[in-house]
């Protein structure tokens, strides 16, 4: 459902609701929020709610520090882990300067002009997301360790997968909040767990992504164990993912998928440092099912972008390289403009590599163009990017790229 600010005052007066949840996040994707209560909500949505960003990741400095949040009503979301009588509400929030013009770092509002641009050019893009993370165990300190909290394998069921009964609590409290899971099960690593989302519209399927996420952290820590979403948190075992699967309206004979990827192929090298911009991302590239090289196939998991085996409106792309640290507002709206670069130029796909790239000898490989092997080199490539530096404002760039 959907709310008016008419609606959402009205939800808060007879909902018993006592604190309502600001919700934003930095410009590497990482929740932040600032509680307020029922008596300053029509503020909010009047002049927004101000706030110091110069201690937020890529928000800048003390010299220009005040900023506002906009609460967007459409965005409300009970909290159902918090007490039935005096209730708590999540709200998405849009940010501004002080004097109205919108903050170029509020990657949500990135968003959602890649989706408006999108919609100009005749097309609409679908997203929906697959995300692994471990389970922990917590020291006698309540604080995480690197003890995976079960041995399992992949697929494999209860009394080895101990994840089960956390996966469950997981997606039943997300469609408390109206967010409905596709699937989950135990992933290959000991530990490892893997929810997917069924496809959304792109800011839909972003929202869905950090509630995933914080939910996830809180069950996790509830049940006294640590949600790690850290790309390759065990040197010897798999990685997490955030696998990304795309489609696009109209596309009845899905010729204009093929120039998307095309599109995400020709870019994905300049795009990869905001896929992936920790050091440990690209300790998982090239293992464990991980991608390395740029290539496409059909159902092939060893490669960059895999055509999944599905009918009608499931037929998708599904991109293998993000991890789950990804800021999910900015991968959505990079592939978007990626998408709308193959659609605009008839971007054509290479031969598919059907072959298991993990198990090919080298000289075979050796026509595959890499991903980007280092932080650093990542880097470059988007520095170095037209395409990159058209679309992605200039400090958001700074903040992945030079700080």
């Not at 992933?187 to 496809?199: H, K, L, S, T």
């Not at 800011?203 to 049940?223: E, H």
């Not at 204009?256 to 905001?274: A, D, Y």
């Not at 590239?285 to 960059?304: D, T, V």
């Amino acid at each position: 459902m959907k709310y008016s600010k008419e609606e959402v005052m009205q939800y808060v007066l007879e909902e018993d609701v006592k604190f309502i949840r600001l919700a934003f996040c930095d410009v590497f994707g990482r929740q932040k929020n600032i509680s307020i209560l029922p008596e300053e909500l029509s503020r909010a949505f009047q002049y927004g709610i101000a706030f110091d960003a110069s201690s937020i990741a890529g928000f800048g400095d003390e010299t220009h520090s005040d900023l506002f949040l906009h609460p967007e009503p459409e965005t409300l979301r009970l909290l159902p882990w918090r007490p039935e009588h005096g209730r708590v509400v999540q709200i998405f929030c849009h940010i501004s300067y002080p004097d109205g013009t919108p903050f170029e770092c509020d990657t949500r509002s990135f968003l959602k002009k890649a989706i408006e641009d999108a919609r100009t050019a005749g097309y609409q893009f679908f997203f929906g997301a697959e995300q692994e993370f471990y389970l922990f165990q917590l020291d006698e300190k309540g604080c995480p360790t690197k003890t995976p909290y079960d041995k399992a394998g992949y697929m494999d069921i209860a009394p080895d997968d101990k994840g089960e009964n956390i996966r469950w609590e997981i997606c039943l409290t997300l469609e408390q909040m109206g967010i409905r899971p596709e699937s989950s099960h135990h992933e290959a690593g000991p530990g490892q767990n893997e929810i997917d989302f069924r496809y959304s519209d792109a800011l839909t399927a972003a929202d869905q992504t950090m509630l995933f996420r914080t939910i996830t952290k809180i069950v996790s820590y509830r049940n006294g164990l640590s949600a790690d979403f850290t790309p390759k948190p065990l040197p010897d075992e798999p990685g997490n993912g955030f696998h990304i699967n795309i489609s696009i309206q109209p596309d009845e004979t899905f010729s204009n998928l093929g120039h998307v990827i095309g599109g995400i192929l020709e870019k994905i090298r300049e795009m990869t440092v905001f896929f992936n911009f920790t050091e440990n991302s690209y300790q998982r590239f090239g293992n464990n099912k991980a991608p390395m090289y740029i290539s496409w196939a059909g159902e092939n998991r060893s490669q960059l972008i895999r055509i999944p085996a599905t009918f009608g409106e499931y037929r998708r792309a599904e991109l293998r390289s993000p991890d789950p640290l990804a800021n999910p507002y900015l991968s959505f709206a990079l592939l978007i403009y990626a998408g709308l670069y193959g659609l605009q130029n008839n971007s054509e796909l290479p031969a598919a590599a059907d072959i298991n790239l993990f198990q090919t000898d080298v000289e075979a490989l050796a026509k595959f163009e890499k991903l980007p092997e280092t932080l650093a080199s990542a880097k470059s490539a988007a520095l170095k990017s037209p395409f990159i530096k058209r679309y992605v404002p200039a400090a958001i760039l700074s903040a992945y790229c030079e700080n």
